[in-house]
């Protein structure tokens, strides 16, 4: 098979074509790339591909498959003594695509990862990883609380296709992450940074240790976090996104990336047995050009997202709300986010807010979109609209009551992904007319339920 690039290989900036210029033998050696703090930073350092004719951008490769101009070296290629890294050269878009592959230098930047391959989906991102490194039989200890695709692949669609085992357990518990590991079973742990919906904080440095200790592999979801914390500088062996949310931005694209060593990505591209390349969940071209133009520009959304999801949080906790986000004080793990987190992108643009019971959380939800505009109800998140949804009959529906119950989901919460357009004033006094429609005086044990009192 062709070996993937490490991100020290991949970030020397690539010039345009000149008279007389052919940007450097096969064998000439790429400079190392500089490790930077700040992930806008280390965007900013990563290679520049410039279009094929000097364009500021680069082109889209939109071939599916590539030709050679001998015989023998379509064999070379496939036995893997050429590739992207050995003389520039592509076999078939299913194996490695240029423009895709600039995306996934791109992301391993951003995640400080070696290296990184990206996705037709955040979900295909997440069963090629377990299917790759779990294996039929193997087993998995899992937060209990994940997105509910997440948890229905771990706890049913995995046990029946391929016999893989999954113990969910508070994550947060040390002790029981611990006894939840089966020695020379247990082949990953897997988290979110930030759970979906409930916005507890994973604490990844101690997970890692765990995880390492059993000679297992930390895998961390960090859809909800992009910018905001980089978790293989914590400890994490591969980083997962969704990149269809706040990565893209637009609610326009469905893509994933998967982000770590390079001898992870070349097992799971290798011919033979190789998940991505066997199932076959690959971005096209023109998906990985549109990311690669959105992900400079995601250091300032992040950072406005979080501004407002502050903002928002701070005024309805004054006006009684229950609300949870992670940038609030008395969040249980407030001080384990800051410690963890990256200076300068605040607490992340997603917050929740329980309103008890069902019923009126759908009722806050219509007021708020249908009659003061102030958000959208819609699935998903990273929009630059606000969007709003019932968790527990939406994105964690596919949970069992109970299981939902044990990771904290109440019936009533409205997990928020607070967006950036308008003014804040403008969203905050649409969000106050909307709850002035509810009802003032509810009976003091559903408002207990919804209001702190």
Same mark, same amino acid.
């Given at each position: 098979?062709?070996? %993937?690039?490490?991100?020290?290989?991949l970030v020397?900036?690539?010039?345009?074509?000149?008279? +007389?210029?052919? $940007?450097g033998?096969?064998?000439?050696?790429?400079?190392?790339?500089r490790? #930077?703090?700040d992930?806008?930073?280390?965007?900013? =350092?990563a !290679?520049?591909?410039?279009? #094929?004719?000097?364009?500021?951008?680069?082109?889209?490769?939109?071939?599916?498959?590539?030709? %050679?101009?001998?015989?023998?070296?379509?064999r070379?290629?496939?036995?893997?003594?050429?590739?992207?890294?050995?003389?520039?050269?592509?076999?078939?878009?299913?194996?490695?695509?240029?423009t895709?592959?600039?995306?996934? !230098?791109?992301?391993?930047a951003?995640?400080?990862?070696?290296?990184?391959?990206?996705?037709a989906?955040?979900?295909?991102?997440?069963?090629?990883v377990?299917?790759?490194l779990?294996?039929? /039989?193997?087993? %998995?200890?899992?937060?209990r609380?994940?997105?509910?695709?997440?948890?229905?692949?771990?706890?049913?669609?995995?046990?029946?296709?391929?016999? @893989?085992?999954?113990t969910?357990?508070d994550?947060?518990?040390?002790? *029981?992450?611990?006894?939840?590991?089966?020695?020379?079973?247990?082949?990953?742990v897997?988290?979110?940074?930030?759970?979906?919906?409930?916005?507890?904080? *994973?604490?990844?440095?101690?997970l890692?240790?765990?995880?390492?200790?059993?000679?297992?592999?930390?895998?961390?979801?960090?859809?909800?976090?992009?910018?905001?914390?980089?978790?293989?500088?914590l400890?994490?062996? @591969?980083? %997962?996104?969704?990149?269809?949310?706040?990565? &893209?931005?637009?609610?326009?694209?469905?893509?994933?990336?998967?982000?770590?060593? *390079?001898?992870?990505?070349? *097992?799971?591209?290798?011919l033979?047995? /190789?998940?991505?390349m066997?199932?076959g969940?690959?971005?096209?071209?023109?998906?990985a050009?549109?990311?690669?133009?959105?992900?400079?520009?995601?250091?300032?959304?992040?950072?406005?997202?979080?501004?407002r999801?502050?903002?928002?949080?701070?005024?309805m906790?004054?006006?009684?709300?229950?609300v949870?986000?992670p940038g609030?004080?008395?969040?249980?793990?407030?001080?384990?986010?800051?410690?963890m987190?990256?200076?300068g992108?605040?607490?992340?643009?997603?917050?929740?807010?329980d309103m +008890?019971?069902e019923?009126? =959380?759908? !009722?806050?939800?219509?007021h708020?979109q $249908?009659?003061?505009?102030? +958000?959208?109800m819609?699935?998903s998140l990273?929009?630059?609209?606000?969007?709003?949804?019932?968790?527990?009959?939406s994105?964690?529906?596919?949970?069992?009551?109970?299981?939902?119950?044990?990771?904290?989901? &109440?019936?009533g919460?409205i997990?928020? &992904?607070?967006g950036?357009?308008g003014?804040?004033?403008?969203?905050?006094?649409?969000?106050?007319?909307?709850?002035?429609?509810?009802p003032?005086?509810?009976?003091?044990?559903?408002? =207990?339920?919804?209001?702190? @009192?």
């Amino acid at each position: 098979m062709a070996h %993937v690039m490490a991100a020290s290989e991949l970030v020397t900036l690539k010039r345009p074509l000149q008279n +007389g210029d052919d $940007n450097g033998s096969a064998d000439e050696k790429p400079k190392a790339r500089r490790r #930077e703090a700040d992930p806008a930073a280390a965007l900013a =350092a990563a !290679r520049h591909e410039f279009g #094929e004719h000097g364009g500021v951008n680069m082109s889209i490769e939109a071939s599916a498959t590539f030709t %050679v101009m001998e015989p023998d070296t379509m064999r070379r290629l496939f036995a893997g003594e050429l590739g992207p890294d050995r003389g520039d050269l592509y076999i078939y878009s299913r194996h490695f695509n240029p423009t895709v592959l600039a995306l996934g !230098r791109q992301m391993a930047a951003l995640e400080d990862t070696e290296a990184a391959y990206c996705t037709a989906s955040g979900m295909s991102a997440i069963s090629s990883v377990l299917m790759q490194l779990v294996g039929a /039989g193997g087993h %998995v200890v899992a937060s209990r609380c994940l997105y509910g695709g997440t948890h229905a692949l771990l706890s049913r669609f995995l046990p029946r296709s391929s016999g @893989v085992r999954a113990t969910f357990v508070d994550v947060d518990d040390e002790a *029981a992450v611990r006894a939840a590991v089966r020695p020379g079973e247990t082949r990953v742990v897997y988290v979110e940074t930030m759970s979906n919906p409930t916005l507890a904080v *994973a604490d990844i440095p101690m997970l890692a240790r765990v995880a390492h200790d059993a000679g297992a592999k930390l895998v961390v979801d960090n859809t909800f976090t992009p910018m905001i914390v980089t978790p293989a500088r914590l400890g994490a062996d @591969v980083v %997962v996104h969704s990149v269809s949310k706040f990565i &893209s931005g637009g609610a326009d694209i469905i893509a994933g990336a998967i982000c770590g060593p *390079a001898s992870l990505v070349n *097992a799971m591209m290798d011919l033979q047995d /190789g998940a991505l390349m066997l199932l076959g969940p690959t971005m096209n071209a023109k998906v990985a050009f549109e990311l690669s133009e959105r992900l400079p520009h995601l250091p300032l959304r992040m950072q406005e997202h979080s501004r407002r999801a502050a903002e928002y949080a701070a005024r309805m906790k004054r006006l009684g709300l229950r609300v949870t986000y992670p940038g609030l004080p008395d969040h249980p793990h407030h001080a384990r986010l800051r410690a963890m987190g990256n200076p300068g992108y605040g607490a992340g643009g997603m917050l929740c807010v329980d309103m +008890g019971t069902e019923e009126r =959380a759908n !009722r806050l939800m219509h007021h708020l979109q $249908n009659t003061t505009q102030f +958000g959208l109800m819609a699935v998903s998140l990273g929009y630059y609209e606000t969007l709003m949804s019932c968790s527990g009959s939406s994105t964690s529906s596919e949970m069992d009551p109970e299981d939902r119950a044990r990771a904290g989901i &109440s019936p009533g919460l409205i997990r928020m &992904s607070v967006g950036y357009n308008g003014t804040l004033e403008q969203r905050w006094a649409q969000l106050e007319r909307a709850l002035a429609l509810m009802p003032q005086q509810p009976d003091r044990d559903t408002a =207990a339920k919804y209001y702190k @009192v």
